[in-house]
T-cell receptor, first 114, second 114 residues
Framework: DQQVKQNSPSLSVQEGRISILNCDYT??????FLWYKKYPAEGPTFLIS?????DKNEDGRFTVFLNKSAKHLSLHIVPSQPGDSAVYFC?????????????FGKGTLLTVNP | ETGVTQSPTHLIKTRGQQVTLRCSSQ?????VSWYQQALGQGPQFIFQ???????GRGNFPPRFSGLQFPNYSSELNVNALELDDSALYLC?????????????FGPGTRLLVL
């Protein structure tokens, strides 16, 4: 049972345009959502996060939007740069208790073409 | 500030053998989580250690075990290796607690079981 889903395995975007990566979740107990970027042969690098009590968080070129009623979040990258080419993982944290494990989607490979 | 480090970077074992993977957490972090990432999948939570105690476990059999030391470094041990254990093993550290939602990952150890 996949609680965090990234339905697009890959996305190709032209440099300078907007990249939109999508993520859906099923567990309403998730209280925090994070996006990680991963290059080959490296561990995931934290990008940006959002609390379930907010609907938007912005950090430079990266903005995350959360729609709780639809159980959907998206990461917007504007403008996209070739260095953004990587696998992007959506992750969710379940609140409560002391065990803050992350549940990950399968990832979306973003390719930004010069 | 030193980031999360893992050793070794690569490892080849044969079925039935045992393996120990090591992780040094980021300075000041008291919580370590271990994840397994199979090819084409997102990271899957194995278990988490907080102040030397196991603090939650994912759907992995008991032959996956761990330790956390007083300096908050950690080990992941896998006994009776199976072919399906071939994967990238990621360690992530965090400050722990409800307000510390971000986990920071090391580069991973790639394990191949023949």
């Amino acid at each position: 049972d996949q609680q965090v889903k990234q339905n697009s395995p890959s996305l190709s975007v032209q440099e300078g345009r907007i990249s939109i990566l999508n993520c859906d979740y099923t567990n309403s107990m998730f209280d925090y959502f994070l996006w990680y970027k991963k290059y080959p042969a490296e561990g995931p690098t934290f990008l940006i996060s959002i609390s379930s009590i907010k609907d938007k968080n912005e950090d430079g070129r990266f903005t995350v939007f959360l729609n709780k009623s639809a159980k959907h979040l998206s990461l917007h990258i504007v403008p996209s740069q070739p260095g953004d080419s990587a696998v992007y993982f959506c992750a969710a944290r379940r609140g409560g208790g002391s065990n803050y494990k992350l549940t990950f989607g399968k990832g979306t490979l973003l390719t930004v073409n010069p | 500030e030193t980031g999360v480090t893992q050793s070794p970077t690569h490892l080849i074992k044969t079925r039935g053998q045992q393996v120990t993977l090591r992780c040094s957490s980021q300075s000041g972090h008291n919580t370590v989580s271990w994840y397994q990432q199979a090819l084409g999948q997102g990271p899957q939570f194995i278990f988490q250690y907080y102040r030397e105690e196991e603090n939650g476990r994912g759907n992995f059999p008991p032959r996956f075990s761990g330790l956390q030391f007083p300096n908050y470094s950690s080990e992941l041990n896998v006994n009776a290796l199976e072919l399906d254990d071939s994967a990238l093993y990621l360690c992530a550290s965090s400050l722990g607690g409800a307000d510390q939602e971000t986990q920071y990952f090391g580069p991973g150890t790639r394990l191949l079981v023949l």
